[in-house]
């Protein structure tokens, strides 16, 4: 067994190796990777850490008194909205599609009625739980 330090994005592996000897045909499985304590990172300190852009405001952040709130089940990008304030819907209906993982996932209108805003904007990333739209019933 031959034991290796192995640095991955970041994180340190300790791995142990056996050496296959003789004629080669028989393969020793290899031991699992062990994963030790990452590395601290080290900072200069002429260094200065990147400020994060701060995230785009929704277009409303709150949904009105008594309206019936839809929220991102996951989080994604938005590709389509297919409706805007004031519409009507009804139960089933089509709302916005929001991309994730690669899919495109419909979300629709759990009631009948009008909707009272639209909470995010065409391209927009979305968290799961984030405000969408809401309907008044």
């Known amino acids: 067994m031959r034991k290796f330090v192995i640095n991955v994005n970041g994180n340190r592996y300790e791995v142990e190796v056996e050496e296959v000897t003789g004629s080669g045909n028989v393969i020793q499985p290899a031991a699992a990777p062990v994963q030790t304590a990452p590395a601290e990172p080290v900072v200069q300190p002429a260094q200065k850490a990147a400020v994060p852009e701060a995230p785009k405001p929704a277009v409303n952040a709150?949904?009105?008194?008594?309206?019936?709130?839809?929220t991102a089940p996951m989080p994604g990008t938005i590709l389509d909205i297919l409706v805007n304030?004031?519409?009507q819907v009804k139960k089933g209906d089509i709302l916005l599609i929001l991309e994730a993982m690669k899919m495109e996932n419909e979300?629709?209108?759990p009631q009948d009625g009008v909707i009272a805003?639209?909470?995010?904007?065409?391209?927009?990333s979305v968290n799961s739980g984030d405000l969408l739209v809401s309907i008044n019933g």
């Open 85 to 87: 304030t004031g519409d």
């Open 117 to 124: 805003s639209v909470n995010t904007s065409k391209g927009a």
């Open 107 to 109: 979300i629709v209108s």
């Open 62 to 70: 709150s949904a009105p008194e008594g309206a019936v709130k839809i």
